[in-house]
Nanobody, 125 residues
Framework: QVQLVESGGGLVQAGGSLRLSCAAS????????MGWFRQAPGKEREFVAAIRWSGTSTYYADSVKGRFTISRDNAKNTVYLQMNSLKPEDTAVYYC??????????????????WGQGTQVTVSS
């Protein structure tokens, strides 16, 4: 079992920045690839970014590439999502997720074994 707790969400103006954190507990954090997903009202949950267990490779949705950065600190059992140049369309609940794999992480929700409870990000225009 892995428990994931997100934090760092909030209300920000367009063009601003936020940094989300996801703290993991339970099993060995470095065994897991980590992903960030988001779900806007009335929409499906979608892939945002993912990072390999080692932190050596990162992957992004086209909609956030160049604006968001995913990183991890295996010593602190934490994964981060730095979000810059935020847009109103980035408004959503953001979820972190864990996938026990040594392969490159998936963009597919069903590949992930554990999920956090989510943190709200609201970007005002």
């Amino acid at each position: 079992q892995v428990q994931l707790v997100e934090s760092g969400g909030g209300l920000v103006q367009a063009g601003g920045s936020l940094r989300l954190s996801c703290a993991a507990s339970g099993r060995t954090f470095s065994d897991y690839a980590m992903g960030w997903f988001r779900q806007a009202p009335g929409k499906e949950r979608e892939f945002v970014a993912a990072i390999r267990w080692s932190g050596t490779s990162t992957y992004y949705a086209d909609s956030v590439k160049g604006r968001f950065t995913i990183s991890r600190d295996n010593a602190k059992n934490t994964v981060y999502l730095q979000m810059n140049s935020l847009k109103p369309e980035d408004t959503a609940v953001y979820y972190c997720a864990a996938d026990r794999t040594k392969f490159p992480p998936s963009r597919i929700l069903g590949a992930y074994d554990y999920w956090g409870q989510g943190t709200q990000v609201t970007v005002s225009s």
